[in-house]
């Protein structure tokens, strides 16, 4: 019985909770106007451009005409009916979101959640789903393929539930989540945005879009002159209207924005009339945390690809890895749901006000904190069922698998992919996390600032700047990690936070916005202000991180020099360190240009014949820099590390196999792509190797500590 899985639903007056009010209902009649007016402007345009054609072939030539005559009434009959085409094309282009990381999903397979999914619809007005399908993302949505005639004929949804999120949240979450998708299609005056999707697919697809219609343009513009000038003569009417297109976009983004906003809250608030207020709070919170524990997860998974380990079930490892953080990271341990709300979320705000998506002109979706308010504005307790969203699946370890192997399948090259068991992966995982994972007493020193040993600076030198010696050596050691270090370090994370800070507000675009950095108070129109303040305040750590950085090396220098002589570990793992900085500074040299020369690319959409050599010796040069960058790299000994093989010099592991070649005269943008991707594969390793090289380093002074008696 679905009851049995079915969490209860508030005894309330379910209108009351989601009834509208009349300012939402007018900005819903603001925004069909602005729709109607849209539409209206648009089929006069096909229909000027229709007539355009008809009367360019049915206007007469001369009696006497020539054959320039001709060749006039045939150039305009084309430039009218090829900009008639370009107008009703998008008339009934097909918008598809056909996707091939969905997998479909059948009631045959999994009784219990169709059983689930049709109580639910049933219980808050929304129609039942066509279809059912399921990926690895923490999300749910319900989406339709499209022409412009759904605005005039109903169309059925499809719902899409992600396995990340039954992975993320509880089973009364999961309905509050699913209700509040539901919401979007429950009551009549939320069908606006099918109006608007449409309205934005024909506009964006006109600005952007380019097809065979383009391709066809540019042919033309490449005939006979006497020809190709009618192509010329077109194009600049092309750009015309899509720059018209373009601003009527964003005017109707900002008229819809506020509008989309308070469509959120009234989706809440139809989750709430179903599960109460508690439910769609706290599902949104574990969301966001269970989020970053995802992109950890997917870190972690990229590792074991790198050394052809690939799980069969991502859900598993996301499950552990998230355990993980829970027992090993003080800001997961802070932040659990369990740990961080004490009392019943009617008396707690969960939501710090800067926190989450924020409310600016464009901004679709308002920010957590706003949401939070709205669903406690008349609070409705709600039952809590603390089982897992699994339990609506029939076989849920056979999806997971399948969900997963498709993934894979559709992201990379199938044919070099070989599964192995989930458990094996996660042994994985721990051996890699076990060689990274930093003692609490660090207070996140090494996370904020990469360790700084120049290979140019000798032992003696640093002794002397640093003033150890053998005699203080044990006292300077005490010193290290002592309160004064602890102070230090509240204070530079308090400073990170801030930049946090100033990084979400500028993100939010909220114009009401503040952020306190000294007691000084900086608003939206202040954040630069406000970030040469803290970056001038982050500044003055730099001394004091150069000098610690120093001190380490000295202090258990010595100390290796004092009980393990004969012991090159601690040297070759220094020296390893400072190969690493140089050669990531290098490639920072290489991927930065390289980042702005493709967005540059991107913006402009295509690029002009003069600049195409420009570009092809731009990204020549950058790759002859990191054929230089790999050079260097194999003269780099690796130290001893985990989960790496038989790897000697670096080289060989930063680039598999040799540089993508780079034409020197000509654009390949397959190529560039490759060369792009072999580039980031280079900073995620190096990246790599420098923490599980660090984590040995520490590990190696901590065992010097122990020799020494000394402990913390």
Not at 37 to 57: C, E, P, Q, T
Not at 191 to 216: C, F, P, Q, T
Request: charge should be negative.
């Amino acid at each position: 019985m679905i009851e049995n899985y079915y969490p209860e639903s508030p005894n309330i007056n379910k209108d009351v909770i989601t009834k509208v009010t009349s300012q939402y209902r007018s900005q819903v009649i603001v925004n069909l106007l602005a729709i109607a007016l849209f539409f209206i402007l648009f089929l006069a345009m096909i229909a000027g451009a229709g007539y355009l054609a008809y009367l360019s072939a049915m206007y007469p030539l001369r009696t006497d005409f020539t054959k320039w005559d001709i060749l006039l009434k045939i150039g305009l009959v084309a430039m009218s009916v090829m900009l008639f085409g370009f107008l009703l094309k998008f008339l009934f282009k097909k918008h598809s979101t056909e996707n091939p990381l969905h997998v479909e999903i059948t009631e045959q397979e999994h009784p219990r959640l169709f059983e689930f999914i049709r109580k639910l619809s049933k219980e808050v007005g929304a129609p039942f789903p066509k279809k059912v399908f399921v990926n690895h993302e923490i999300n749910a949505a319900v989406f339709y393929n499209s022409t412009v005639l759904s605005l005039f004929f109903p169309v059925k949804k499809n719902l899409l539930i992600g396995l990340g999120l039954v992975n993320s949240i509880n089973l009364t979450e999961f309905k509050a989540v699913l209700a509040h998708e539901f919401g979007h299609f429950a009551q009549s005056s939320m069908k606006l945005g099918s109006y608007v999707y449409m309205a934005n697919s024909i506009i964006y697809d006109m600005v952007n879009e380019r097809d065979r219609w383009d391709d066809l343009l540019e042919r033309w513009k490449k005939m006979d002159f006497r020809f190709a000038v009618f192509g010329w003569i077109l194009s600049p009417i092309i750009w015309l209207v899509r720059l018209f297109m373009s601003l009527l976009y964003k005017a109707m983004n900002l008229l819809h924005s506020s509008l989309s906003r308070q469509m959120e809250y009234n989706a809440d608030l139809v989750a709430v009339s179903v599960t109460g207020s508690n439910n769609i709070i706290s599902g949104l919170y574990k969301i966001g945390l269970t989020g970053q524990s995802y992109n950890f997860t997917f870190g972690q998974l990229q590792t074991a690809n790198d050394q052809n380990i690939y799980t069969n079930d991502l859900f598993f490892n996301h499950r552990k890895c998230h355990e993980y953080l829970e027992k090993n990271n003080s800001y997961f341990k802070e932040h659990i749901f369990s740990n961080k709300v004490t009392e019943p979320l009617s008396n707690y705000q969960l939501f710090d006000k800067d926190e989450g998506a924020g409310s600016g002109m464009y901004a679709s979706h308002p920010s957590d904190f706003k949401r939070e308010q709205n669903a406690k504005a008349n609070f409705v307790e709600g039952v809590v069922d603390d089982r897992s969203p699994w339990e609506l699946f029939d076989n849920p370890d056979t999806l997971a698998e399948k969900v997963t192997q498709n993934l894979y399948e559709v992201s990379e090259d199938s044919n070099r992919i070989e599964f192995i068991p989930k458990e094996a992966v996660q042994d994985f995982i721990y051996d890699e996390l076990s060689e990274s994972d930093y003692h609490e007493r660090y207070k996140g020193f090494f996370d904020l600032r990469t360790l700084n040993i120049s290979p140019k600076d000798s032992l003696k030198d640093i002794l002397e700047r640093q003033a150890i010696s053998e005699e203080n050596l044990l006292t300077h050691l005490k010193a290290l990690w002592d309160d004064s270090f602890k102070n230090k370090m509240d204070s530079v994370l308090e400073k990170n936070d801030k930049l946090i800070e100033l990084i979400t507000l500028a993100q939010s675009q909220d114009k009401n916005g503040s952020v306190e950095i000294q007691g000084q108070s900086f608003g939206f129109g202040e954040l630069q202000t406000a970030h040469e303040k803290v970056m001038a305040l982050t500044a003055e750590d730099d001394d004091w991180f150069n000098a610690k950085h120093e001190q380490l090396f000295a202090i258990y220098t010595l100390l290796n020099q004092r009980y393990t002589p004969d012991d090159t570990e601690l040297s070759d793992r220094y020296i390893f360190t400072a190969s690493v900085n140089i050669l990531t500074e290098q490639l920072s040299k290489i991927e930065q240009p390289l980042e702005e020369a493709i967005g540059k690319i991107i913006e402009m959409g295509e690029v002009a014949d003069s600049e195409v050599k420009v570009y092809a010796d731009k990204f020549f040069s950058l790759k002859q820099q990191m054929e230089d960058l790999v050079r260097n790299a194999k003269t780099v000994q690796v130290p001893i590390l985990g989960n790496i093989g038989d790897l000697q010099k670096l080289g060989q592991y930063l680039v598999n196999g040799k540089v993508a070649f780079i034409p020197i005269t000509t654009l390949d943008f397959d190529r560039v792509q490759e060369f792009r991707e072999q580039v980031q594969d280079a900073g995620t390793r190096l990246k790599r190797l420098y923490e599980k090289n660090l984590g040995l380093l520490l590990k190696k002074q901590e065992a010097l500590e122990a020799e020494a008696g000394v402990q913390f």
